[in-house]
């Protein structure tokens, strides 16, 4: 019989869950007893694989997570928000938290918790499986072969653009111009961080045009070093390969543009794990 696995949705978007159900070449192999997007079971059985998407944002995703890790024989911690708060993890900000607070009243809403915690938080993973979302060929790496998958060392090596001579002396907004389908858009003059992220993805957003914002976290040589190392390295990076100055590269790294995925590299950091767990 199959190996049946979960899939629990915490405070998310349902991004990995629809990712998940792109990778349909699961379907026969594995059995999914239990994924509230799909199925109607409001019981959750126990599974040899729990995946876990989001983040525990509220009471209830801390009670509907200890209660579903109890039922499992592994833990996946899946997505940026899963594994570092992600998109979800803006609500730490003082006034976004002031703004809830102020509306506790109000009914049939889940009380939020004073801080958003990431999975491994309130239980230990066996694996994390980063990417918002993770890209389907992942999730099917994590439910199959693990040990024989292996994913190039950052988004960079998997992009495959030409890298240039050509020097851009300043950075380029995204849309303002034409991006060149088979320069490195480094070489253009785009904010890329996609050479210390860690890659698996097959680099699908560089690819169309997109510079890399870093949602795959830290590649293995960064998991253990601090956010200033992981800026410092980008800063050289552009150094090497613009004259574009120091000064506007340090200030758009920590931008707007780049905040929903930067902050996890320092997570990783704060939060010691084991390379061989990451996939």
Request: charged share 25%.
């Amino acid at each position: 019989m199959a190996a049946n696995f979960a899939v629990l949705q915490l405070s998310g978007c349902a991004g990995c869950e629809v990712s998940l159900l792109n990778a349909h070449e699961w379907i026969g192999r594995r059995r999914l007893d239990y994924m509230p997007l799909v199925l109607s079971s409001e019981a959750l059985p126990e599974v040899k694989t729990l995946l876990v998407s989001g983040a525990v944002r509220t009471e209830e995703d801390l009670y509907r997570l200890r209660k579903a890790a109890s039922r499992a024989q592994e833990v996946v911690a899946v997505g940026t928000c899963a594994i570092s708060g992600g998109v979800a993890n803006l609500g730490d900000r003082d006034d976004v938290r002031a703004l809830f607070f102020s509306e506790m009243e109000r009914r049939h809403v889940p009380r939020i918790l004073p801080k958003l915690h990431p999975v491994d938080a309130v239980v230990s993973p066996t694996l994390y499986l980063p990417g918002c979302p993770p890209t389907p060929e992942l999730f099917m790496a994590a439910l199959f072969d693990r040990e024989g998958f292996e994913a190039s060392k950052t988004v960079c090596i998997e992009c495959g653009r030409t890298k240039t001579r050509d020097r851009p002396r300043r950075l380029q907004g995204f849309q303002q111009a034409e991006v060149d389908p088979d320069i490195c858009l480094i070489n253009q003059g785009y904010l890329c961080v996609g050479s210390s992220t860690r890659g698996g993805c097959r680099a699908p957003c560089t690819r169309a045009g997109h510079p890399c914002v870093g949602c795959r976290g830290p590649a293995d040589g960064f998991i253990a070093r601090s956010s200033d190392e992981w800026f410092t390295a980008i800063q050289k990076v552009f150094a090497r390969m613009t004259d574009i100055p120091a000064d506007d590269i340090a200030r758009a790294v920590r931008s707007p543009q780049l905040a929903l995925f930067v902050f996890q590299f320092a997570d990783y950091a704060a939060t010691p794990r084991d390379v061989r767990r990451v996939l």
